[in-house]
Nanobody
Framework: EVQLQASGGGLVQAGGSLRLSCVVS????????IGWFRQAPGREREGVSC????????YYADSVKGRFTIYHDKAKNTVYLQMNSLKPEDTAVYYC??????????????????WGQGTQVTVSS
């Protein structure tokens, strides 16, 4: 059984930083992809950043390029999302998810694997 545990959210002022963590178990990362998604109230869920386990290929939404970094710590079975220069529009519940197709990292949408429980990120102006 694949399980994901997301953490690291919180309340931060605009311009601040947070690092989200997603501990994954029961999933062979080298054969798939892991991504971070977010959903704000009244808005559709969107792909924020994804990474391929096969070749390390990454995707970033235009709105976070240059501010967010996704990376994987193999020893800890954890995927991190380092978020810098946070903006109020980054406020959302952030979820991590898996997909068994590593090429899905390039699309970073509609992951069909397992999903974590979400962690709230609130950025105040």
């Amino acid at each position: 059984e694949v399980q994901l545990q997301a953490s690291g959210g919180g309340l931060v002022q605009a311009g601040g930083s947070l690092r989200l963590s997603c501990v994954v178990s029961g999933f062979t990362f080298s054969n798939g992809a892991i991504g971070w998604f977010r959903q704000a109230p009244g808005r559709e869920r969107e792909g924020v950043s994804c990474i391929s386990g096969r070749d390390g290929d990454t995707y970033y939404a235009d709105s976070v390029k240059g501010r967010f970094t996704i990376y994987h710590d193999k020893a800890k079975n954890t995927v991190y999302l380092q978020m810098n220069s946070l903006k109020p529009e980054d406020t959302a519940v952030y979820y991590c998810a898996t997909d068994y197709n590593p090429r899905m990292a390039r699309l970073c949408m509609k992951f069909l694997g397992s999903w974590g429980q979400g962690t709230q990120v609130t950025v105040s102006s």
